[in-house]
């Protein structure tokens, strides 16, 4: 089974600065998926990150708000750029391997203040 | 486009009573479904999953679904509930266009245990 480690697991920030999060794979994968859930909501991807091209936003997210970076088949980043309180969510990383079976991490729970 | 409908936002069950948690799917194909749940303050863990085969799927903690196609339902069930089974319940779908491992969400059914 996979493990997929995600840092920070838990910040607060102030508006108008910056985040990145790391996620972190013990397996080689394709693709990786970034997730975002806000308080109280269900969970909406945010992108798709493939090694070695360049991230496939989802409708209403936008590569200048979450730049991803995707250097290697177990590593990626999102950066949450000029937060507001709006921003205030768990985000998830997530990847699917051989057997059908969809790992996600732990999440990483972001206040911004 | 796939899109997944959990029509209850809120369900309180006593606790040794059976559950069912709805779960409506969107999909042309057949659809990988899935059901996950939520603690408070906890990530998401898998409890069962369908892809293909037997429409009765077993999962973790005593919870199976059925898929029936010509509903295009995916419902979650448990025969007796128990506190500790008071979550958020999500139910996803695949979509193909990455490969099955790009999930598409309900909206969450916040499921309450009276003891």
């Known amino acids: 089974s996979a493990v997929i480690s995600q840092k920070p697991s838990r910040d607060i920030c102030q508006r108008g600065t910056s985040l990145t999060i790391q996620c972190q794979v013990d397996s080689q994968v394709t693709m990786m998926f970034w997730y975002r859930q806000q308080p109280g909501q269900s969970l909406t991807l945010i992108a798709t990150?493939?090694?070695?091209?360049?991230?496939?936003?989802e409708s209403g997210f936008v590569i200048d708000k979450f730049p991803i970076s995707r250097p290697n088949l177990t590593f990626s980043t999102l950066t949450v750029s000029n937060m507001s309180p709006e921003d205030s969510s768990i985000y998830l990383c997530?990847?699917?391997?051989?057997?059908?079976?969809?790992?996600f991490g732990e999440g990483s729970w972001l206040t911004v203040v | 486009a796939q899109s997944v409908t959990q029509p209850d936002i809120h369900i309180t069950v006593s606790e040794g009573a059976s559950l069912e948690l709805r779960c409506n799917y969107s999909y042309g194909a057949t659809p990988y479904l899935f059901w996950y749940v939520q603690s408070p303050g906890q990530g998401l863990q898998l409890l069962l999953k369908?892809?293909?085969?037997?429409?009765l799927v077993q999962g973790i903690k005593g919870f199976e679904a059925e898929f029936k196609r010509s509903q295009s339902s995916f419902n979650l069930r448990k025969p007796s509930v128990h506190w500790s089974d008071a979550a958020e319940y999500f139910c996803?779908?695949?979509?193909?266009?990455?490969?099955?491992?790009?999930?598409?969400f309900g909206a969450g059914t916040r499921l309450a245990v009276h003891p």
């Open positions: 990150a493939n090694q070695g091209s360049e991230a496939t936003y």
């Open positions: 996803a779908v695949g979509a193909d266009s990455g490969g099955y491992n790009k999930l598409i």
């Open positions: 369908y892809f293909s085969g037997d429409t």
């Open positions: 997530s990847v699917g391997l051989s057997g059908n079976t969809i790992y």
